[in-house]
């Protein structure tokens, strides 16, 4: 009963390189959710999707992109990695985006350096 | 905007005693959700507990209970007997209901410390 999971579980990353975040649901969620988490702040929403193919924009989504190819991947893109994209990124799906609660995978610490 | 507040960075409690985490919330929604998320060191976020708005009965699940106030927006969490493994940050979250997204809001957090 894997969940949400997400890899890599850490990452250091030089000033301009690029990467994805991967994240992927065995539950059949159709809804999928990128956030990240500064330090001694809580989670702030980069973005989402509702369904293979659908994607949009959270509250702080500069930076990033993202794709939903399938029911199961939302992985999330960095193009040009900047030290301002130090954080913990988590990744939660939920079954529906109301009563149900968000299932989150164990985050992904990426350092910028 | 919907906005989460937790006014308590840090909080300690002695171990098997009560501690009450607070928060406030913003919101024009009559329809919505609320939710404590738990995260200790290893950084997993775990549900705590949820609270529908349009029920008026305070969420309760084993140690862990809600006073919700709906008029005053606000939703403390009641750590019964707590225990070393409670230790962790907490984290307040709110969720629109009536077909929003459904990302969650959430405050910036409380740090408890449990004492043996």
């Known amino acids: 009963n894997a969940g949400v999971t997400q890899t890599p579980k850490f990452r250091i990353l030089k000033i301009g390189q690029s990467m994805t975040l991967q994240c992927t649901q065995d539950m059949n969620h159709n809804y999928m959710y990128w956030y990240r988490q500064d330090p001694g702040m809580g989670l702030k929403l980069i973005y989402y999707?509702?369904?293979?193919?659908?994607?949009d924009k959270g509250e702080v989504p500069n930076g990033y992109n993202v794709s939903r190819s399938t029911t199961e991947d939302f992985p999330l893109r960095l193009e040009l990695a900047a030290p301002s994209q130090t954080s913990v990124y988590f990744c939660?799906?939920?079954?529906?985006?109301?009563?149900?609660?968000?299932?989150f995978g164990d985050g992904t610490r990426l350092s910028i350096l | 905007a919907q906005t989460v507040t937790q006014s308590q960075p840090e909080m300690s409690v002695q171990e098997a005693e009560t501690v009450t985490l607070s928060c406030t919330y913003d919101t024009s929604e009559s329809d919505y959700y609320l939710f404590w998320y738990k995260q200790p060191p290893s950084r997993q976020m775990i549900l705590v507990i949820r609270q529908e708005a349009y029920k008026q009965q305070n969420a309760t699940e084993n140690r862990f209970s809600v006073n919700f106030q709906k008029a005053a927006k606000s939703f403390s969490l009641k750590i019964s007997d707590s225990q070393l493994g409670d230790a962790a940050m907490y984290f307040c979250a709110y969720r629109s209901g009536g077909g929003s997204q459904g990302n969650l809001i959430f405050g910036k957090g409380t740090k408890l410390s449990v004492k043996p």
């Open positions: 939660a799906s939920s079954y529906s985006p109301e009563s149900q609660p968000q299932h």
């Open positions: 999707s509702v369904g293979a193919g659908i994607t």
